[in-house]
């Protein structure tokens, strides 16, 4: 007996990718950060479709059940198989809500296929490889070599919450370390990622996007700083630049101004 609906899967490529939506409306497509896959989205989808959407995520490859990686994690292939997704969801146009990561996969995105893009929202997102970015990509390139599963949440716990949330809601933050034991496929997902990072890609430049955008920073963020996110938007025509209080790093997830802001965004009609 099958409980609930098979899974559904896109093709791209020689790849599978697996994805899910729910609710309905204008269409969004999350995008997962640094070895995260749709789960890391937590309710996430639920709320956007309460708020009138119809969210889509997806398993990137490399993420079970989605095919295996290929021995590189590329950007330009990353935001094909994005485009996948869309092409099975039968989407031709959609909003792209990437965090860290994924923005830089949402950009890659807008800059293969604008057509396919309505708006972006970038957070936490980086568009630039900093000496400081750089030495914090090696270091999660360690962490997913060397640190034991069970310790895996406490080694990046500093990095993914802002002091306030860490300070004011300990119980979610050991809850959600207690659930972040990635097995050996996701840490291979996290080195391949963190070496295409270090060799800052081309397809994750955004000067050429047209799409608007709204790059939005948490203030308390000491992975991506709020300076990197706001030369972010400098580099794209008319992008808008927010900075949400008492929030890090996952800020959709500390401090609902940031989902309220994405929404109200998104919810902007787009005059053509």
Known sequence: MIDGPAPRFAASGARRIHWSDEGAGEPLVLLPGLGGGLRAFGTLPRRFARSGFRALTYDPAGIPPSSGLDDEFRFDDAARDVIAVLDAAGIE????????????????????????VRKLALLATSASITPRARRVHRYFAVIAECVPADRFGDAIAPFLFGASFLRDRPQVVDDIL?????????????????????????????RSIEA?????????????????????ASRIAGARFLVVPRAGHSLLLENAAAFDAVVAFLSESTKQ
């Open 93 to 116: 146009r959609a909003d792209l809500v990437g965090t860290s990561l994924g923005g830089k996969v949402a950009i890659a995105v807008a800059k293969l296929a604008p057509s396919r």
């Open 178 to 206: 207690r659930a972040t034991r990635p097995p050996e496929s996701t840490r291979a997902l996290m080195v391949a990622q963190t070496r295409a990072l270090l060799d800052e890609s081309p397809a994750f430049d955004p």
């Open 212 to 232: 608007p955008a709204l790059c939005i920073a948490g203030a308390e963020d000491t992975l991506t700083p709020q300076d990197e996110v706001a030369d972010t």
